[in-house]
C-alpha cells in the first residue's frame, strides 16, 4: 500500500470512528447524564449488579485497569448512596460491594434505557449484521492488543 492509500485509508478510520463513537456516546450519554454517573461508573454498578461477592479488586482485574482507577470511581458511588461496602467475616480488609436499593434502581433504569436504544439498532440492521460488526471489532481488538504487545517486548 502506498502513502497515498495508507493516507486515505487512516482518513476513512478516522471519519468512521468519530461517528461511530458519537453514536456510541449518544447510546448511553443521556441516562447516565440524568443520574450524574460516567460510563465507567455504570460499568462497576453492572458489574457489581451481576457479581456476587464483587470487590474494588475484582473489578479492577477486570477492567485491566489500576485498583486506584477504581477506587476513585467507587468513593463517588459511595458518594452519590448507589454502593456500601460490607467487610469480609475472615478478613476484614476484604471489601465487599452491594449496590444500595436506590444503587439498584438506577443501574436497572440505565440498563433499560441503553437496552432499548440498542434494541432499535438491531431491529433496523438486524442481529446478523451487529453480531457480525460485534465479531470484527472483537478481532481487530485482539489483533491491536498483540501488536502493541509485540512492539512493548521489541522496546524493552
Do not use: C
Amino acid at each position: 500500500m502506498n502513502n497515498a492509500e495508507l493516507d486515505k485509508l487512516l482518513n476513512t478510520y478516522f471519519d468512521a470512528y468519530q461517528k461511530t463513537l458519537t453514536m456510541m456516546t449518544d447510546l448511553v450519554a443521556w441516562p447516565l447524564s440524568q443520574n450524574q454517573l460516567s460510563f465507567e461508573q455504570f460499568l462497576i454498578l453492572r458489574r457489581i449488579a451481576t457479581v456476587n461477592q464483587v470487590t474494588l479488586n475484582d473489578i479492577a482485574v477486570q477492567r485491566q485497569v489500576t485498583r486506584s482507577a477504581i477506587s476513585r470511581q467507587i468513593k463517588s458511588l459511595l458518594a452519590l448512596h448507589y454502593v456500601f461496602q460490607v467487610p469480609d467475616q475472615q478478613d476484614r480488609r476484604r471489601l465487599y460491594l452491594h449496590l444500595t436499593e436506590q444503587g439498584q434502581r438506577i443501574e436497572s433504569l440505565i440498563d433499560r434505557a441503553i437496552t432499548q436504544h440498542f434494541d432499535m439498532w438491531v431491529k433496523k440492521l438486524g442481529d446478523t449484521q451487529i453480531a457480525g460488526v460485534l465479531g470484527q471489532v472483537i478481532t481487530l481488538n485482539q489483533q491491536v492488543e498483540q501488536l502493541e504487545q509485540q512492539k512493548h517486548s521489541t522496546e524493552s
